[in-house]
C-alpha cells in the first residue's frame, strides 16, 4: 500500500521517521509532502516528525473512499475541482496543510493534491490519539518544573526503536523491550513508553519526583495494565550494580539539562553549567560501557543540551569521549528547541553492542 506524509521541517527526524517505519519507495512530491511504501502502517501514529498521514489513491478509487459532504483541502483550486468531480460533495473547507481542522478531523476528510489524478486521503493526524488521551504539556496530570516536552519523549523512543532493530538486524515487537529513562524525573519518558507497549525501567539519583507521579501514571486509562515499570535511585556517575538494568534493551533520556539558564546568566556561568553536564555524560558513558560488557546490545538516545544564545557546544567533546571508549556515537545536529527557549538539545544516539 502507497502512503503519503505531510512532514515537519526536521529532516534528520523526518528520516528517522522513515528509517522507524522502515519506508521504502520514497518520493519527494512537493514541500513537506512525501509518498512511500511501509509494511508499519500502525506505527505511523506515533511518529511525531509526520504531521499527517494517508493513503494515494487514484480518482476512482478515492471515489469511493468519499463518504462525508464535507473535504478539507489546502487551496480554492483543488477544492473547486474536487466539487466538480464528486457529486456527493456538498462544500470544502480550507485548511492548513500542517495543521489538523477540527471540524475536518472529527466529521468530514481531508484529501490532499499528489499530482494530476493521484490523492491523498488523510487518514490519520499526528499522535492525535494520543493528543486526545494526553495533555502532551501536562502527559502526568501536571506540568512540573524540568518535564520533558511528550513530543520530545515519543521522538526519542521512535528513534530508539528503529536503531535498536537495524542493531539487532530484526523486528522486534513491543512486549520484547524495555526502555530504561537514567535521567527519569517525573517519569515522562517511561509514562509515554508503558502507553506504546513497552516496558520501563526508570532511575534518577533523586527518586522523589518519580514517586510524587506514581498514582497517576498508572491512571488505568492512560497506561496498560500489561506493561511493567520499575524505579529505582541511581547515580550514573556510580557503578551500575542492581541487575535489574540488564533487562534494558533501549535507553531513551533527555538526560541531563544543567542549571536554569535566563537571558542574565553570565556566560563564565554557562561554561561551568556546560562542563558539569559534559562531566556526567562522558562519566556515564563509561559506566554503561563497563556494565555493557558481555551483555547484549543497548541502544542510547539522548539529548545533549545546546545553550542557544551563548554558543557554547559540549557535543564535539561528548562524541569524542565515546569514540575513545570504541562507541559509535553520532548526533542529530539540528537542535530541538521550542520557541523562546533558551536551552535547545542535539539528539545523541549511541549503540553500546
Ligand atoms: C531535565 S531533568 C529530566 C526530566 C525528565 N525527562 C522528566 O520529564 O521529568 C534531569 C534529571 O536528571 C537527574 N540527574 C542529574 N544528575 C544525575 C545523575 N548524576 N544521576 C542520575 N540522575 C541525575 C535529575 O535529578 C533530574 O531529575
Redesign the pocket.
Known sequence: MKYFGIIGENEELVHNALSYLHATNIIVIKKNIISFETEFHHRLQTCASLIKWGIVLDHQTLEKKIISDTVGVADNKFGVHLKKQFNLLKRFKLVELIHTDLEIKNEGQEVVSLGENIYGLVQGYQNISLYETIDFNKPVGGM?I???PSKLALTLINIGVGEYEDLSSSTVQNGQLTIRD????????NFLANHLGYNTIGS???TT?AKQNRKRRINKTLSQETVKSFFLK????KELKSPIFRHATIIVS?G??GNTVTSRTAPATMHMYASQVQT?YTVFAKNLTEYQKDKKPVTLIMTIPVWLKYEISISQTILEQFASLGRTARLIEQPYSREKQLVGRQILIANFL
Open positions: 512540573g524540568g518535564m520533558m537514567p535521567f527519569c524525573g517525573f517519569g515522562t519518558t534518577d539519583i533523586n519526583q541511581q547515580d550514573v556517575t533527555e541531563r539539562l556526567v
